[in-house]
């Protein structure tokens, strides 16, 4: 792995103008460009995407709007359902099918385990905040990270995913990677001017990583900005994340889901170094850094000291848009595997597929007897 070569600094301007006393951020850090996506010496500049971009999206992931895509006289028969699942998993098969082909390859490596939360380890919801996690699943996360260095990578606030999970045999990146709490490591606080030290709720010494912690004023004054703007839109509902904010629209009649997104953007429109993703039902608001849950896998292994390729397998279990880069760094290092938790047919860079958070936890109960099976 070549951390170094990712930079000092993962902050990123946007073509816009930029309010760099409100940041905070060094003037030579910071740069603008008319034209687009450009390299300058150590950044990246790139463009924000138009707003129809995303609202677009929003519209097509629509039930209404998949209905009338499908006409009435081409509605799909759960056997055409079933088939296309059957003929998308020949390209991505069961990771449980596949479980003696990946535990092969692991012989004599290091499997070093990366997890989602939402829709991962636990079903998707109405209520964000009543994501929980099954004890069944706790057990078999707890077991499996006593053999395998486990972390969890989430787009929730770190403290938030750590309420959820509540084990402590694990690591934590919360805000899409944007707060990581990781071991100590000369090399990787070296690498990342960022990185400072401190302890854990054990009072463990840990490195904490936070790339965007310059940017959490900002996101603090959009939160309060997005509440007071969603406020009458029945089911809307805002979450701060710390270092990004959700924008749930799974609860808004459909006839008012352009209403959400005009909120949205009227009010993201005043910080050109913000820009917006599209998860399940949600609208994020994420700082325009270069950092995402690709890096923070990179920057996990480097700290664990597990960035040889040739002696270590890093397996990445996620189920939405943004652990797609988590899956693209370990097919362009050709180092692991991405499964993609689905059960529907999807475009991906996953390598593997599994159907939902249950067989997640059967996946991750065989590791462990796996395991357990090879140590004796
Ligand atoms: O990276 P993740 O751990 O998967 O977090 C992504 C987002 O997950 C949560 O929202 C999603 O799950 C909710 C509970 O099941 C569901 O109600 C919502 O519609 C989904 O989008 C979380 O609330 C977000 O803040 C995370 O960004």
Redesign the pocket.
Known sequence: MDLKSTHTSPVLTDPAPISKSRLGVHSSMLSCSPSGAAFSSNLLLIPRKKTGVWFDAMISSSPTHKRLTKGLSNELSTSDTDLAYRTWMLKYPSALASFEQISNFAKGKRIALFL?????L???????DC?FMSNAMRSAVRKVAKCFPTAI????SRDK?YEFVGLKELYYAGS?GMDIMGPVRQSVSDDHPNCIKSTDKQGKEVNLFQPASEFLPMIDEVYSSLVESIKDIKGAKV?N?KF?V?V?Y?NVDEQSWTVVAQCVDNVIKNYPRLRLTH????L?VRPVINWDKGKAVTFLLESLGLSNCDDVLPIYV???R??EDAFKVLRERNCGYGILVSSVPKETNAFYSLRDPSEVMEFLNSLVVWKKSSAL
């Open positions: 989602d939360y939402d829709g991962t636990s079903p998707i919801v109405d209520n964000p994501a990578i989430s787009g929730r995913v899409h979450e994340n990004c959700s749930h799974r998860g399940r039902k949600v994020e996620g189920d939405d943004t652990d």
